[in-house]
Every structure is written in C-alpha cells, then in structure tokens.
C-alpha cells in the first residue's frame, strides 16, 4: 500500500478537533520514546478516536533499519498501548481489529497458564485479574467501537 492509500484513511493530529483525543496524543509520544529502533519523525494522524476510550493513529517513523516499517499503527487509551504494521493493517478499522486479535492471544494464555514471550507486549502483569481487565475492555470494543 503506499503512503496516498495510507493517507486516505486518517486525518493530521493538529487538525483533528477532540480535545480529549489530543490527550491521547502525550500518551501516544509517551510510547513512541521507547522506539530508539525507529524514531517517529513527528508526522501523525488520527484514524479514528472515541475520547477517554481509544484512539487509532497512523506514526511515521525513520527506520534505522531495512526491516523496519516506515508506517505503523499505534493504539492508545484506556486500555494497553500497541502498535501494529501497515502493512498487516490497511485502515483504521484493520488495525483495530489487529489489536483486538493480538490482545485476545494474550489474554487467552494468560487464562491458560501459557508463555507470553512471542506474543505482543501488554504493559500489564500477567496475572488473571490483568487478564480479565482487558477481557472486559476488549468484549466492549469488540460489541461497541468495531462495527463503527
């Protein structure tokens, strides 16, 4: 996909008007500090964004390295911080629904006892009471914010 197709399914931070969804946008820059692999080079849009819920962004980034994307998708807000390729993930709505699958494996091993090491990273302890609290917050996402 290139960066037009990208582009057709976001809009610019600074254009964006929630007030509230601009607070995601401290915890988003929080997260991105981390990516000492790619740098985000401060080009970012809104895919779409429910205030005090979640936000979906597109990140440009400087990869340091050939294998790294030139775009992700980060997900923020009341909930676990992630981000997923572009190149898995088309759309707003794609990467939505990527985070909900990834976040779904690792609630179900958690459940189960099983290694978390190869799945995505979830700044939360793995414990049973982690793992039904990101339950809930997915079943909403999934029943509410995904058929949007």
């Known amino acids: 996909m290139t960066e037009s197709e990208l582009l057709n399914h976001v809009c610019p931070v ?3 008007d929630a007030e509230d ?4 946008v401290t915890d988003l820059q929080s ?3 981390g990516f000492r692999w790619a740098p985000p080079t ?3 849009w809104v895919g779409h964004c429910i205030p005090g819920v979640i936000g979906t962004f597109l990140i440009e980034l400087k990869p340091l390295k050939a294998d790294v994307d030139r775009f992700i998708w980060v997900i923020v807000g009341d909930l676990p911080p992630a981000y997923l390729s572009s190149v898995y993930a088309k ?28 799945l995505i ?3 939360a302890p793995p414990t049973i009471q982690s793992a039904s609290n990101l339950k809930t917050r997915l079943e909403f ?4 914010v995904l058929p949007l």
């Open 21 to 24: 969804c601009r607070d995601f």
């Open 31 to 33: 997260y991105l500090a």
């Open 91 to 118: 759309t707003p709505r794609e990467a939505l629904s990527g985070y909900i699958g990834e976040m779904w494996a690792w609630v179900s091993a958690v459940e189960k006892n099983e290694p978390i090491d190869d």
């Open 42 to 44: 401060g080009r970012m």
């Open 141 to 144: 996402l999934e029943r509410e």
């Open 14 to 16: 600074e254009s964006y």
């Open 121 to 123: 990273p979830v700044n």
